[in-house]
C-alpha cells in the first residue's frame, strides 16, 4: 500500500512559469510533510517542510500548501528557474513512526 | 564529519559476488536509513536503525540484504551474491529522533552496477 501518492510524473514548465506538484497521503497520524530536491548524481536535499498546524508555508520562490482535510499538499515553485530542474519528492512521517514515506517522484524540466 | 559520507561512490562488482556499502552519518543522529533508488525511480526504503532499539529491516527485498550499525554510529549495508536487479543507488540517511527534528539528511549515495 502506497502511503504517499505524487502526481504528477514528470514535468515541463517554461522559465517563469508556476510549477506544480501535489502529493495526497492516507494516514492522518502524519505530521510532517518534507519536500526533498535530488539533481543527478546527488543525493536528495531537504527542499521546505511543512507541519499540519499551518495551511501554508512560504520560502522563497518555493510555497508548500496543506489542506489536512482533504489529506492533501503541494508544492508551488514561482517563476521556475532552468535550475530548478530535478526530481522532486514530498514525504510523510510521524513522530510515532520510524520511517519517512517518500511518493514516487516529479521530475521537472524547466525550459529557458 | 558535516554531512552524511558514504563509500563507495561507485561499485562494480560481477554477478554473485558480495558487496559491502558503508555510511557514516551525521555526528549526533541517533537515527540511520537505508534506501535503494533505481534509475529513474522512487525511493524504496530497505531498514531503519534508532539508537539501540531493534533495527526496522521491513523494507529488505530478500534475505541477501543485511546491514549493521556498530557502535551506534556507522553503518555496512551488505548484498550478498548479487543479482543484476541489484543494480541501484544505495542512499544513507540520518537524522535526530523524530519528534525532536524530523530533517533527514541523506548522503550522495552508493553507485551499484551489478554485471
Known amino acids: 500500500q502506497q502511503q504517499v501518492k505524487q502526481s504528477p510524473q514528470s514535468l515541463i514548465v517554461q522559465k517563469g512559469g508556476i510549477s506544480i506538484i501535489n502529493c495526497a497521503y492516507e494516514?492522518?497520524?502524519?505530521?510532517?510533510f518534507p519536500w526533498y530536491q535530488q539533481f543527478p548524481g546527488k543525493g536528495p536535499a531537504l527542499l521546505i517542510a511543512?507541519?499540519?498546524?499551518?495551511s501554508e508555508k512560504k520560502e522563497g520562490r518555493f510555497t508548500i500548501s496543506f489542506n489536512k482535510s482533504a489529506k492533501q499538499f503541494s508544492l508551488h515553485i514561482m517563476d521556475s528557474q532552468p535550475g530548478d530542474s530535478a526530481t522532486y519528492f514530498c514525504a510523510a512521517s510521524s513522530y510515532n513512526f520510524n520511517k519517512f514515506y517518500f511518493g514516487s517522484g516529479t521530475k521537472l524540466n524547466v525550459k529557458p | 564529519g558535516a554531512g552524511v559520507s558514504q563509500s563507495p561512490s561507485n561499485k562494480v562488482t560481477e554477478k554473485g559476488k558480495d558487496v559491502e556499502l558503508r555510511c557514516d552519518p551525521i555526528s549526533g543522529h541517533t537515527a540511520l536509513y537505508w534506501y535503494r533508488q533505481s534509475l529513474g525511480q522512487g525511493l524504496e526504503f530497505l531498514i531503519y536503525f534508532q539508537g539501540n532499539s531493534a533495527p526496522d529491516k521491513s523494507g529488505l527485498p530478500s534475505d541477501r540484504f543485511s546491514a549493521e550499525r556498530t557502535g551506534g554510529s556507522v553503518s555496512t549495508l551488505t548484498i550478498q551474491r548479487t543479482q543484476q536487479e541489484d543494480s541501484a543507488v544505495y542512499l544513507c540517511a540520518s537524522s535526530y529522533t523524530l519528534g525532536l527534528g524530523n530533517t533527514i539528511y541523506f548522503g550522495e549515495g552508493s553507485w551499484l552496477t551489478v554485471v
Open positions: 511543512i507541519r499540519p498546524d499551518v
Open positions: 494516514n492522518t497520524a502524519f505530521d510532517y
